[in-house]
């Protein structure tokens, strides 16, 4: 009698982690299992398809908040079946609103539920972004950045609602961002198992913002640690959204093997399960060529773009690159160093199963530099503070002081020179310098990755002064005091007269303007890319 009873006990507890693929219906929810080995079971609403637990290996992972698209739906058409496709089961959930479908994808025996959405417009909750709010006490670490987004027990804000004050460090969630052409598993972790819970985002397609965009990715907020895939928003936004295209695939892939790697995910089968939107390989081309005219310090990185899609790639080191595979149609073609534009091509044709021949050289011409500060790689390299503001604000006590910098060019170390001017703190620049003769006409070339607030810069040069630049394009967007510096990329050629520059000592200063102003560093400013005075 014992035995059989420690018989069926056995029996009872393999149940319970053995999964049964496939769903169950309980009242208005669906309760999915993977059948995987590290059990990964999921409850659905049915009414707004908001996910309202995750248990794996047994473990409830999710917060008291849905894991859901932007906010939440509030209301949508939830359907879930069972497909097979290539002999393989799937359970296969589809959430339709007026403006979107949005598909939530499980493979039998694995731990990832895969997501795609497809968007005729962006959606009227707000900005389009898949989170999970997943339990804190379970999951408060975050890769691969660390604490720097943690803001759980925060004694202060230091800007609006999102930046805050953790045992003396700034902290928000806007810095676990990475750039779109370095991404791979973004992941929050925790638990004597190890769990890891992780978002991982083949080329972002029908993203906006090109491969160096970047947004939030993880946030340990206290009451719940958030883990996102921004597919659209308005954080410094400088291009159209792209809708009418499905969005993904992703994954939200659950893990106690360490964080899971982007090369290593298949997400073809899409190809079979009738997600609208979705192109299988067979249906794209590619283009292939050559990059040249960049030195061989700097990375070339080639980006196709067009309404309805966006691609990129790093040359080799003798500029020889291939496309991944993208979609038909007729595209813009940029080649950059490092993240600043150099050439430009239009109407580069693509095919669905052929590739495309098509070159592309630097158009940046030859220059008699007298002097240069930096490197044109559209970002501030080297420049003071450069090293920390992707993941602190500007304010904080690590940072380097923000004060007006006089630089002299011969002596001064890079890190002398301000990454940005703020223009109601460390306005302006002073650059001396000297030069053996009078050139006569030269042109000072500024480059900048950003603007915020109007923001530009106006050189006086010597006791000349150079004209007022028009304002930038306005991007509604807070910058650097979020950790960004990719805008537009404005850069201003200053013509200076002959007779201006003199032999022997000469003095430039480059002062931020712009006719509107504000409060500590959340005021008009410039970030600097590069300074150049050429013949």
Partial sequence: MLLHLLFLSVIAFASSVLAAFGFTQSGSNYVIDAGSDNALVFTVNGGSCDITSIKFRGTELQGSTGTHLSSGLGSATVKVEKVTASSVNYVKVTCTTSTLTHYMVVKEGESNIYLGTYIKSEPSVGELRFIARLKSSVLPEEYPYGKVSTTAGSSSAVEGSDVFIVGGETRSKFYSSTRFIDKDAQCVYGGSDVIHACVLAPQPESSSGGPFFRDIESNNAGDETNLYWYMNSGHVQTEAYRTNVLHGPYILAFSRSGVPKLKEQD?????????????????????????????????????????????????????????????????????????????????????????????????ETTRNSLWKIGEFDGQPTGFLNADKFLRMHPSDSRMSKWTPATYTVGSSSLSQFPMAIFQNVNNPVTIKFNLGSAPGAATLRIATTLSFAGARPQAKV????????????????????RGAYRGYGEVYDVSIPSGTLVSGSNTITITSISGSSGDTFLNPNIIFDAVELFT
Wanted: hydrophobic fraction near 30%; charge should be positive.
């Fill in 267 to 363: 997400t073809s089968f899409f190809s079979g399960l009738s997600i609208t939107g979705y192109v299988p390989t067979s249906g794209r081309g590619y283009v292939s060529g050559t990059a040249s005219g960049i030195s061989g310090s700097f990375q070339r990185v080639v980006h196709w773009y067009n309404s309805a899609a966006q691609y990129w790639t790093i040359a080799s080191s003798n500029g020889a690159f291939t496309s991944p595979a993208m979609k038909p149609g007729t595209y813009t073609m940029v080649l950059y160093q490092g993240e600043y534009k150099v050439a430009t091509a239009t109407g580069v044709s693509v095919s669905a199963g052929q590739t495309t021949s098509k070159s592309i050289a630097s158009t």
């Fill in 462 to 481: 010597n006791s000349w002064s150079g004209p007022a630049p028009a304002a930038p394009t306005k991007i509604d967007s807070r910058g650097v005091t």
